[in-house]
C-alpha cells in the first residue's frame, strides 16, 4: 500500500511544505467524533482516531496549528462552505456529487462498505434479501445515497440518523433490521462490544464504484487552493516516510474503512 513518489514530485511537494510562511497559520478541520475508529472520544473527551491522527501529523508537516471544530456529519459541507472550518476530515468519500461543491486532495486510504444485521437473520446485501427491512444509515453519507438508490426499489425501508451509535441503539431494540456501514467502524464501534454479539458483517463488501468511492479524502472549498496544495504536499511526504501506512494498519488492521 506504500506509494513512491518520482524524486521530482517528492521534491516539489517537500519544497512546497518548507515554503510556508516562519509563523504558524492555523488550519481548521471539521470533523464528527461519532465514528470509531476514524474519529471518536474517549471518556476524557480527547479526539481520537485514525483521521485525528492523520489530521495532526499533515499538519506537523505543514507546520501549521491543527484546530478540530466538531459537528454532525450531514452538516459538514454547509460548515466549509460557511468557512466554519477550512477542511472536512471525516472519512469522507469522494462523489461526484460532492466533488460539484468542493475540491479533493489525493487518496488516504481504503474503503469497505459492508451490511450490519442479526446472526440469524441470514441478510444479503442487495434488495431482493433486504425487500421489507428497515436498514439505518447515517444521514449524507454515500452510504445513505447507495442504499435509497439500490435498495429502496425493492421495497427496502430507508432510515437516516444523524449519527451512527443512534443506527445501533435502534438495531438492538429491533427497530432496524440492518445498518450499511464502513466495516472497521462497525467492528469497533458495534460488532466488538458485548451489545454486538448477536450481529455480524452480513454477506460481502459492497463494490460499486458509480457510488461508493473506494478511498477516503479530505475535502476543501473549490476557492481555497491554498490549503489543497499544501494538504496534498503534506500527504505526500507523510506516504514518503511510511506515517499513513503506520496509522492505517494501527486502526484498521487490528479488527477493530468511509461516509
Not at 484546530?67 to 461526484?96: C, H, M, P, Y
Request: proline share 5%; net charge neutral; aromatic share 6%.
Amino acid at each position: 500500500m506504500k506509494q513512491r513518489l518520482l524524486p521530482a514530485l517528492a521534491a516539489a511537494a517537500l519544497a512546497l511544505v518548507a515554503a510556508q510562511p516562519a509563523q504558524a497559520e492555523t488550519l481548521r478541520f471539521g470533523t464528527d467524533p461519532t465514528y470509531p475508529p476514524y474519529e471518536y472520544k474517549l471518556p476524557s473527551g480527547q479526539l481520537v482516531g485514525l483521521d485525528i491522527e492523520i489530521g495532526n501529523s499533515l499538519c506537523a508537516a505543514a507546520h501549521v496549528k491543527c484546530e478540530w471544530v466538531e459537528g454532525s456529519f450531514d452538516g459538514l459541507i454547509a460548515g466549509l462552505q460557511s468557512r466554519k472550518f477550512d477542511a472536512i476530515n471525516a472519512s469522507l468519500a469522494a462523489t461526484a456529487s460532492r466533488r460539484a461543491v468542493m475540491d479533493f486532495t489525493t487518496p488516504l486510504y481504503p474503503a469497505d462498505i459492508r451490511l450490519v444485521a442479526a446472526k440469524t437473520a441470514h441478510l444479503q446485501p442487495n434488495g431482493t434479501s433486504l425487500a421489507g427491512k428497515r436498514i439505518g444509515v447515517l444521514q449524507g453519507s454515500t452510504q445513505a445515497v447507495f442504499a435509497k438508490q439500490n435498495w429502496a426499489t425493492h421495497g427496502v425501508s430507508i432510515v437516516e440518523y444523524q449519527d451512527q451509535n443512534s443506527v445501533y441503539a435502534d438495531l438492538l431494540n429491533g427497530r432496524l433490521d440492518g445498518t450499511l456501514v464502513v466495516g472497521a467502524a462497525a467492528q469497533l464501534g458495534f460488532l466488538a462490544k458485548p451489545e454486538g454479539r448477536n450481529f455480524e458483517l452480513a454477506g460481502p463488501q459492497i463494490v460499486d464504484p458509480a457510488m461508493l468511492s473506494a478511498s477516503s479524502v479530505i475535502g476543501v472549498r473549490k476557492t481555497d487552493a491554498h490549503t489543497l496544495q499544501m494538504l496534498d504536499a503534506a500527504i505526500a511526504q507523510l506516504k514518503q516516510n511510511g506515517t499513513i501506512e503506520r496509522l492505517t494498519h494501527k486502526y484498521l488492521d487490528a479488527g477493530a474503512s468511509t461516509k
